[in-house]
């Protein structure tokens, strides 16, 4: 008889389950179905949002690309314009730096490289680099009388300042 009270101990106790209503199993799918409807719907947006992201990653990227690129030329734009000021007496020479110069700025117009920066424009500090003040009454306030260096903007994003010299 020892045996038999022993496994009636052992045998676990049943859980008493609560009678369900006809209208709880209803509420309990509604429930899930509102909750994977949410998760589905957060990772719907959470998705696009991705996408949209990328896009305008991808499209950055090529524009940043663009602009080193550009970047990188500024140097020969700069030695061109150089040799093109220097006084010489070989015509041949001087028609060849000047036939090498339109053709760089073709290729930076094709690209959407604007070039600013000249005498008589009014200062803005978002595009020049004043390095020179001077006072001339003769000119107004904020005016560039001298350029060292051209300044190169591509769409928005300036490539590299315009150094120059301000009067007033």
């Given at each position: 008889?020892a045996?038999?009270?022993?496994?009636?101990?052992?045998?676990?106790?049943?859980?008493?389950e609560?009678?369900?209503?006809?209208?709880?199993p209803?509420v309990?799918?509604?429930?899930?179905?509102?909750?994977?409807?949410?998760?589905?719907?957060?990772l719907?947006a959470d998705?696009?949002?991705?996408?949209?992201?990328?896009?305008?990653?991808?499209?950055?990227s090529y524009?940043n690309?663009?602009?080193?690129?550009?970047?990188?030329?500024?140097?020969?734009?700069d030695?061109?314009?150089?040799?093109?000021?220097?006084?010489?007496?070989?015509?041949?020479?001087?028609?060849?730096v000047?036939m090498?110069m339109t053709?760089?700025?073709k290729i930076?117009?094709?690209?959407?490289?604007e070039?600013?920066?000249d005498?008589?424009d009014t200062?803005?500090?978002?595009?020049?680099?004043a390095?020179?003040?001077?006072?001339?009454?003769?000119?107004?306030?904020?005016?560039?009388?001298?350029?060292?260096?051209?300044?190169?903007?591509?769409?928005d994003k300036v490539?590299?300042?315009a150094?120059?010299?301000?009067?007033?």
């Open positions: 008889m045996k038999k009270e022993k496994a009636k101990k052992e045998t676990p106790t049943e859980a008493v609560t009678p369900e209503t006809p209208e709880t209803a309990n799918w509604e429930e899930k179905y509102n909750a994977e409807h949410d998760s589905y719907l957060r719907a998705y696009d949002n991705f996408r949209k992201r990328t896009a305008k990653e991808k499209e950055a524009g690309g663009k602009a080193d690129a550009v970047a990188k030329l500024l140097p020969v734009y030695n061109l314009e150089r040799a093109l000021n220097q006084p010489t007496e070989d015509a041949a020479y001087k028609k060849g000047e090498t053709e760089l700025v930076f117009t094709a690209l959407g490289v070039i600013f920066g005498v008589g200062f803005d500090p978002n595009l020049h680099n390095v020179m003040h001077t006072e001339d009454e003769s000119l107004g306030e904020n005016v560039i009388t001298m350029v060292f260096q051209k300044g190169f903007k591509l769409g490539v590299r300042f150094m120059v010299q301000v009067a007033n």
